[in-house]
């Protein structure tokens, strides 16, 4: 059965008429704001947080592999670019000091 304000009121007015107030307000303050299918216990937070793990060692572990093959991608167009700069260099240098001599 679901708590809703009509039956909480009631429930304080009746624990109202058999014990005192502060007692009666204490009792109110135990329940829950909502009903008791609305609550998450520790076992439902437990679980959420083995799924969200699992979930984020997954992406984790794509973007790593990712990560690995873009490395890889990297160092072979880094090797590209010296194999053409360092010649290119060389020959632009040997040209320049060819002009200058003349």
Do not use: C, N, Y
Not at 75 to 98: D, F, H, K, N
């Amino acid at each position: 059965m679901a708590i809703d304000e009509h039956a909480r009121h009631h429930l304080h007015e009746m624990a109202r008429s058999t014990w005192d107030d502060e007692a009666a307000d204490g009792l109110m303050e135990l329940l829950p704001p909502v009903g008791w299918a609305d609550v998450a216990t520790k076992r439902d937070l437990e679980q959420l947080e083995h799924r969200l793990e699992a979930r984020i060692d997954a992406r984790l572990s794509a973007f790593e592999s990712r990560l690995g093959a873009f490395d890889g991608r990297f160092s072979a167009l880094e090797a590209r670019l010296l194999r053409w700069m360092i010649p290119t260099l060389l020959t632009g240098m040997v040209l320049a000091a060819g002009i200058s001599r003349i």
